[in-house]
């Protein structure tokens, strides 16, 4: 939706060193709570504060957050929080269901990496297992997992069953280290998805289901890669204590991942905005700020059913694409590197909806380019090994300015318990294509040593099209909703090479 750019940008009242207040449209309600530094507040653009209180106008929502990684998106901002406990909304989860970041801690030391010949014989092992690119799929990687419909089936309904993962060679322990290993239908059953599932393929929404289950195990375009990391662990002792809870190993390589539900996800998301968006023209319901991305469902109608039905299935795909990914990628270090060994440290959603407590109700939190934050001793970690730390926080930069492994502050409350998912864009991607350097950005990549699977770096991805990392990670760390448990710097990085290729 375009908005009045004549119009005076809303003003952010600082409460704090780096949180403040963005009261609602007439003061109707509890205002956004907006977490990062003056420069970062300074920083929101006109259209991300426009779109922020037009989602906190929007029925039912109860609290709204702005994380400082905060940019326009789809409907909301990317990089929002936003609870509800009476309703459902498509935009604040966005239309890639459960994109996520996942870590694989292999024990294989960082100087096993460091000439340029195993680190690019790594890229090929890796691009010969997991293709990249908006289209792409198994056909495109020789040394693939052969997925069929049965089994793509079975994996959107089921997520990382165990049965799924012996199908897939995953590692079925890994299962332990997911935010959420599976999602199950409104009705807190598989069957419902199963029926959803059959109504969506007699529907002919997919008319190429099999190709969109020929995906998993496959990264797509745009923000999404694949990056070998050098683990640095913090001195202190709480640091160290976590990590040896994370199962994370000081000097060694790791691998990160970002993707999410792939072309199955965007076409389950896609559909459900046009069919809420028919809903409201049929009714003639106001949108909240006249935004057509902004439609919702009120909890226990067959519209938000269907929605959460949708959103199970997709985030279902997500959670098994990663973890086939992080299986691929093990075995392509074994193949250069014979004798590796790895684990998954955490696998982490940031576009996602979940049945939480916020202030003492039951609501669904939308996460929108942000993610969970449990601090040591929160109720949901009950039973788990993260119980006494705070489960792992996956946080990437850029590959220049390095990522993060973080945990959750007790002071994680104010932000519904919930962090930024990255940097953030500060740039949109005509205009990084524009005014960017390829020469300058290939550059900076040489001299720190990091390689990656295309001829050029895409430009529209270049570390300069996003936010200021370091400026960032102060805004979380100065409200007090986490803290740095290690830093990972880059040592190669895959992206869609397609499009860079071009």
Not at 41 to 49: K, M, Q, S, V, Y
Not at 216 to 227: A, I, K, Q, R
Request: aromatic content about 6%.
């Amino acid at each position: 939706m375009k908005f009045d750019e004549t119009a005076p940008k809303p003003v952010i009242h600082p409460t704090g060193e780096a949180t403040g207040l963005l009261p609602a449209r007439e003061s109707a309600g509890k205002p956004i709570t907006v977490i990062g530094t003056e420069a970062i507040r300074d920083g929101f653009d006109a259209t991300c504060l426009q779109q922020a209180l037009n989602a906190r106008s929007a029925p039912g929502v109860s609290e709204l957050v702005l994380n400082p990684d905060a940019h326009a998106g789809y409907g909301a901002p990317v990089g929002c929080v936003l609870v509800s406990p009476t309703h459902v909304y498509p935009g604040p989860v966005g239309v890639d269901i459960k994109c996520s970041m996942s870590l694989l801690q292999l024990d294989v030391p960082v100087d096993a990496v460091r000439e340029k010949r195993v680190r690019r014989a790594l890229i090929d092992a890796i691009v010969a297992r997991t293709p990249t690119g908006a289209g792409q799929g198994q056909r495109a990687a020789p040394k693939s997992r052969p997925v069929d419909v049965a089994l793509g089936k079975r994996a959107s309904v089921e997520g990382a069953s165990a049965a799924v993962c012996e199908a897939l060679g995953i590692p079925a322990h890994w299962a332990e280290a997911c935010e959420d290993a599976f999602h199950r239908g409104h009705d807190d059953s598989t069957s419902a998805l199963e029926a959803r599932l059959d109504e969506l393929l007699a529907s002919g929404l997919f008319r190429n289901f099999a190709d969109k289950m020929r995906q998993l195990g496959s990264y797509g375009g745009g923000n999404h890669f694949g990056e070998c990391e050098a683990v640095e662990v913090g001195g202190d002792e709480r640091s160290q204590e976590a990590a040896r809870v994370f199962g994370l190993k000081d000097g060694c390589a790791a691998f990160l991942s970002h993707c999410g539900s792939r072309g199955f996800g965007n076409i389950l998301a896609q559909g459900q905005f046009r069919a809420l968006q028919g809903h409201f023209g049929t009714w003639d319901i106001p949108l909240p700020g006249g935004d057509r991305e902004l439609v919702y469902a009120p909890l226990g109608t067959p519209e938000a059913d269907r929605y959460l039905d949708d959103m199970a299935l997709g985030a279902n795909f997500a959670t098994v694409n990663h973890m086939l990914i992080n299986a691929l990628v093990l075995e392509a270090f074994q193949e250069v590197l014979p004798g590796t060994q790895g684990e998954l440290v955490y696998f982490i959603s940031h576009n996602i909806a979940r049945k939480e407590v916020v202030n003492y109700q039951p609501s669904w939190v939308h996460r929108k380019g942000a993610t969970r934050a449990f601090p040591a001793g929160h109720h949901a970690l009950a039973g788990t090994r993260f119980m006494a730390t705070g489960h792992p926080i996956l946080l990437p930069g850029n590959p220049t300015a390095g990522s993060v492994v973080m945990v959750a502050e007790p002071g994680a409350e104010k932000s519904c318990f919930s962090v930024n998912h990255g940097a953030g864009r500060c740039m949109g991607r005509k205009a990084a294509e524009r005014a960017l350097d390829q020469a300058q950005i290939d550059r900076e990549f040489e001299e720190l040593d990091i390689i990656y699977n295309a001829r050029q770096y895409p430009k529209d991805e270049a570390p300069a099209a996003y936010k200021n990392f370091a400026e960032v990670l102060r805004s979380v760390e100065a409200a007090g909703l986490a803290r740095p448990v290690a830093k990972l710097k880059a040592r190669f990085v895959i992206k869609d090479s397609a499009k860079a290729d071009d």
